[in-house]
């Protein structure tokens, strides 16, 4: 399990640009750690942040509007999937579903969009990009 987020990271997972959540952190909303010059948070510390019920609205809204935008594009020239998971997982488990997708979605060149985001006691993952890239990511989660 990964000990801590990049800054890039909880980007990727949020939606929101790494200067936002540099402006959350000055604000005091985000807390995080800077080692060797660069943000690292913990799995608590994004929990926190994302429980926040004027930052959980905000990144709901956000994650819905990734959902209509996918589906309002008439325009799609390539096959393309969304995704969205519902895991009922408690805190270990929550941790290990952030860290598969997040590691996966880093790890190729690909196209994929990721959301993550957890309240009450549900993980919710969202992946939108090429099928077979989507698929790919889904097969390797459920071992298929």
């Known amino acids: 399990m990964k000990e801590r987020y990049s ?3 909880l980007a990727m997972m949020t939606g929101l ?3 936002t959540l540099r402006n959350h952190l000055r604000q005091g909303a985000l807390r995080g ?3 060797d010059g660069a943000w690292t948070f913990t799995q608590e ?3 926190r942040f994302i429980s926040d019920p004027q930052i959980h609205k905000g990144l709901e809204s956000h ?3 990734a959902v209509f935008d996918f589906l309002a594009d008439a325009f799609k ?5 969304c995704v969205i998971l519902d895991y009922v997982a408690d805190d270990r488990e929550a941790e290990k579903i952030a860290d598969f997708y997040c590691d996966r979605v880093n790890r190729g060149t690909s196209d994929i969009k990721f959301s ?3 309240n009450r006691g549900r993980s919710r993952v969202i992946l939108t990009g090429g099928e077979d890239q989507v698929l790919d990511i889904l097969r390797q989660y459920y071992r298929i």
């Not at 020239?77 to 999937?81: H, I, K, V």
């Open 7 to 9: 800054i890039n990271d």
């Open 33 to 35: 750690e800077k080692i």
């Open 17 to 19: 640009t790494t200067r």
């Open 45 to 47: 510390e994004i929990e």
């Open 63 to 65: 994650r819905n509007a």
């Open 116 to 118: 993550y985001g957890r």
């Open 77 to 81: 020239t390539a096959n393309r999937a």
